[in-house]
């Protein structure tokens, strides 16, 4: 299949792989941030053509699995809310909350319906006249632009039943956290698809910065692998920078259009992150002219806030410091059909990455 | 298990088969192993039985509807065990105001296919329930057989060894991605048509010539990979897996890249897979190949001794990874 195959070729990964292992001298950690990035590498089984001294960490980058507890517990609670569907994406359904999860409220009875874009979600609400319906807004700058272009056509449209959850976040400050935190790194290979948006502009903090490489990579297996080299070129240079892999998606400046999009409708806010606390300035929020479509702000709830599971270790494993193996939930009461932590409920999750397709060590 | 019963339980996954082995076996004292039909020895008589609910929504879909479906899909777990369908039920569970047309067209295709696959429907019943009680269509098949002799351990495994061979009889995905495409919730269309079809011909033209068929399923909910995830467990020995060769068409590989779902999980409603003994495979394909239901036929694995327990698939790009169990639900009410 054209835009697919060529990438797939196992002559290029075989040689792409040769030129890893003749590159590396020594030890690297490279942590990819895109939840993609990590469920890409686990399908196509990345890991087992790359030498051992080539250490790939998983990061914060699957928007599920950062998003906070009581941002579930929250949508849970709209969903109790007489004459109110939740229109969600599907991953987000399973997630656990404090006590619940949107799954087991469907199955009392909660209308929630899986939606596969905002504007679907538009629709539910334009045939519901009666009903309000929720969109728990989440993902990074990739999904953002999209929920703005639907809120601006809720307000064109005047539809008044018609409100975003949003959990929405950016990904360069909890990178620059990942890197406060002194976790010990070589680079980062930087998310693809959020870059097509930002631009590759916005990772120029981490060489200047940090003394951190990047490469934006693509998602196929020869994109990785080549992102993967150049990072190690980089290592053994001593030239960090910001580079471009994935040449056939991502520019300097990005999508301008989106942007406009996104800075029309949202502005920054603080924002918690599963296993981060709160980062400054890395959510958006609704802006004011948009706050009717704002659930927060329309449909205000309360909940109590409760900690995660002490046993669980996904804020360590989204850190990077740890993988799923070193917790003693894994594979035996956290599973995906019975997620403790979310890292196992997103197919982008890191421990859902490894249940799948890694073998038992 | 949850208090409440989640659509994850009906999934055809994990869930699913804990909610079975846990409540109804125990419950009915059924035998391991569990199998697509149950075969009865009385009299000297071997017969299959097997009876399955079909729910799809829409109930018309491109290349088929919920009609042909309950008549192929009970087809096809008859003759997945080596038996030669013969009689089927068909009952209705009708919500109140449905087009009786609709019906008319439902019925058509069934006496259609059922007259194609060479069975009868003999018995049924009809129900009607009130408006909202129902989606506005359900049907229940049983259906019944001869088992030939000799064709015993095609359900159950027991002759599968290390070196068998691995062959599924076409391209993965097609029904789960023309059912996705026709509920409208897409913003695309796709050209993408369901495999439904009662594949019992072609499965006997094999059984006729061929010996060494060890083991036989059709890739329903959750498509290939819970059928390996099964043959995993029957028979103790790992699998080893060639992305490369398991055939998938375009336009699914293309919507599976899009939506992010993978073909290894997808329904199909006229696939098989056969452990093939390493003597004859390649005359089953041969055989599977001269079948308009098997033309895209391809060996893609085989069993091993190492990696017991696992389905260890050699990836595209020439990786190496687990081929899990599906768990959860990928697309509700396919079939």
Known sequence: ?361 | MSELITLNHGSGGKQAHELIRNLFARKFGMPEPMTDSAVIKEQGIELAFTTDSYVVDPLFFPGGNIGKLAVCGTVNDLAVSGAVPKYISASFIIEEGFPLKDLEIIADSMAEEANRAGVRIVTGDTKVVGKGKCDKLFITTAGTGFLRSGFEHISTGKKIITGDRLIVSGALGNHAIAVLGARNNLSFSSSVVSDCASLNNMIQSVLAECHQVHFMRDLTRGGLAAVLYELVQISSSGLIVDEISVPVEDPVRGLCEVLGFDPFYLANEGKILIVAGENEYEKILKILRSHPYGEKAALIGEVTALHKGNVILNTTSGGKRILDIPSGVQLPRIC
């Open chain 1, 1 to 361: 299949m054209k835009y697919i195959e060529e990438y797939r070729d196992r002559d290029l990964i075989m040689k792409l792989a040769d030129h890893i292992r003749q590159s590396a001298v020594g030890r690297y950690s490279f942590m990819e941030v895109c939840g993609g990035h990590t469920s890409a590498i686990h399908r196509f089984g990345i890991p087992s053509l790359l030498p051992p001294g080539i250490d790939l960490i998983s990061g914060p980058g699957c928007p599920v699995c950062v998003t906070s507890a009581d941002f579930i517990d929250r949508a849970v609670s709209y969903s109790k809310k007489e004459n109110v569907i939740i229109a969600t994406f599907g991953d987000l359904i399973r997630v656990p909350g404090s006590s619940s999860s949107l799954e087991k409220e469907r199955s009392k009875g909660a209308d929630i319906r899986i939606v596969f874009s905002g504007l679907e979600a538009l629709n539910i609400a334009r045939s519901n006249p009666e009903k309000i319906i929720i969109f728990p807004g989440i993902g990074f700058e990739t999904t953002a632009p999209g929920t703005a272009v639907t809120i601006k056509q809720a307000k064109e449209a005047g539809l008044n039943n018609f409100l975003v959850l949003s959990a929405h976040k950016v990904m360069p400050p909890v990178m620059d956290a990942i890197v406060r935190e002194g976790i010990r790194l070589n680079g980062f290979i930087c998310p693809g698809h959020v870059a097509t948006i930002t631009g590759s502009g916005v990772f120029g903090f981490l060489p200047e910065k940090y003394d951190l490489g990047c490469v934006i990579a693509g998602f196929e297996p020869s994109d990785l692998l080549q992102s993967i080299l150049m990072l190690l070129r980089q290592v053994n240079r001593k030239s960090p920078v910001v580079e471009i892999q994935y040449t056939r998606a991502v520019t300097l400046t990005g999508n301008a259009i989106a942007q406009r999009h996104l800075s029309d409708v949202f502005e920054f806010t603080d924002a918690e992150w599963r296993g981060f606390g709160t980062i400054p300035d890395s959510g958006l929020r609704l802006k004011k002219e948009f706050e009717n479509f704002d659930a927060a702000k329309r449909l205000p709830v309360t909940i109590s806030h409760h900690n995660d599971n002490p046993s669980c270790i996904c804020g360590d494993i989204l850190r990077g410091l740890k993988k799923p193996y070193d917790c003693s939930l894994f594979r035996k009461a956290c599973t995906p059909e019975n997620p403790v932590g979310a890292c196992m409920v997103s197919a982008e999750g890191t421990c859902n990455s490894f249940f799948k397709y890694v073998p038992d060590e």
